[in-house]
């Protein structure tokens, strides 16, 4: 088989944070789009990429990309592609997907259209017109933008957010990919110490301390293409076998949590040893009016998403929030501000201009990463 095509779609404004751990990870011919971003690879890369990437919602195989007017033109470009590449006689084959700006904008006749065409491809190449599908399930994903169809198999099963370690959380919490993204942003070492006063489930804190340690996302979780005949079972073993090696034990990281909710504390300090990395973070039951600077700390970085209106709390609860955030976060030598928000206005209300913007959207939410840096520098 010549080498896999494989699309990671993402959160909007993570694309080139996800194309920089592709990168990291070896991965060829990355290409960046909006909402995703592709490589080229072969099984064992896709088995990597499901386990190692933090900031990609799954991992899909393209199958076929070509330009469809009529339902003619997509049932005769579905039949056209290498299904028996991927599809065994006895495995399942769901189809969904979505059409955007298209002429063909029935989702359901898509679909259709579709499965029927897979189901001819396949009645050709095993001589057989009945597929009772009872095998591993094999997703098959389309998305049609601007009459362009692209056909693709889930390899990921359960999103890639849904690390293991969540198991509860509180209200609103911030999704775990975004999470990580404003962790790769804010330029987490192994050696960093972090903060949090408004810590919720501690989500930003865990994915912080992950990535210090160089756990992998994936680790603890399971795949839907670990079913699939035609992949390579050793793949996996090799590539979590490579994520525990790498694993490192000697970094000096710590992270400090708080929350005014007593639920909070209990549960980040739940998920975070749930992560394996209970011992490097630290949580208490605090105020955000009360919050201190770790002792002794010159450098220090806080990542921060506050409550908001259109989240947890009223526009004006919020607003009020922000300026007590402004008075109790002091920039000093070696600090660093990462602070996520829906507000326009949050510059004003927290009392200083950001040195860095970064537009990302938190879920449906447009959101701003509001960047400070000791000094004024600005990081590229």
């Known amino acids: ?65 070509f330009e469809a007017r009529s339902y003619e033109e997509l049932f005769q470009g579905t039949l056209a592609a290498p299904w028996e590449e991927f599809i065994g006689r006895k495995d399942a084959f769901p189809v ?10 029935s989702m359901s006749d898509c679909q259709s259209i ?41 390899t990921s099963g359960t999103g890639l957010h849904k690390r293991g370690y969540r198991k509860n959380s509180v209200d609103a919490p911030i999704k775990e990919t975004i999470a990580a993204g404003i962790v790769d942003l ?22 912080a301390a992950m990535k210090a340690l160089n756990i992998a996302p994936g680790l603890n979780r399971h795949f839907a293409a670990e079913q699939w005949g035609c992949w390579p079972s050793e793949t996996w073993q090799h590539q979590r076998s490579a994520c525990l090696d790498e694993i490192r034990h000697d970094t000096t990281f710590v992270g400090y949590g708080s929350d005014i909710d007593p639920e909070a504390v209990r549960l980040s300090i739940e998920n975070a040893n749930n992560a394996g990395v209970g ?9 955000m009016k009360d919050f201190v600077f770790p002792e002794a700390e010159k450098k220090l970085i806080v990542l921060c ?45 927290f009392g200083r201009k950001a040195d860095k913007r970064r537009k990302l959207y938190n879920g449906m939410i447009k959101c701003q990463l509001y960047m400070y840096y000791s000094n004024g520098e600005r990081r590229k």
């Open 96 to 105: 969904k997907g979505r059409t955007v700006r298209s002429q063909l904008y």
């Open 1 to 65: 088989m010549e080498k896999l095509k494989i699309s990671c779609p993402c959160l909007l404004g993570l694309e080139s944070v996800l194309a920089g751990e592709m990168k990291r990870m070896g991965a060829q011919n990355i290409v960046a789009e909006d909402g995703r971003v592709t490589f080229e690879g072969t099984f064992e890369d896709a088995a990597a990429a499901n386990l190692r990437l933090r900031t990609a919602e799954r991992v899909q195989i393209i199958v076929a990309e």
């Open 305 to 349: 998403n506050p409550p908001y209106g259109e989240r947890l709390l009223d526009i004006k609860e919020a607003e009020e929030l922000y300026r007590s955030l402004g008075k109790v976060l002091k920039m000093e030598e070696g600090r660093s501000f990462n602070i996520i928000s829906p507000h326009d206005e949050f510059e004003s209300l």
């Open 279 to 287: 011992s490097k973070l630290h949580f208490e039951q605090r105020n």
């Open 114 to 154: 579709i499965k029927k065409a897979i189901c001819r491809h396949l009645e050709g190449v095993y001589h057989q017109s009945w597929f009772d599908e009872t095998g591993a399930t094999i997703q098959v994903q389309f998305m049609i933008l601007k009459d362009k169809v692209r056909l693709m198999l889930d």
């Open 186 to 207: 804010a330029r987490i070492y192994p050696d960093s110490v972090v903060c949090d006063p408004m810590c919720g489930s501690g989500t930003l804190l865990i994915e």
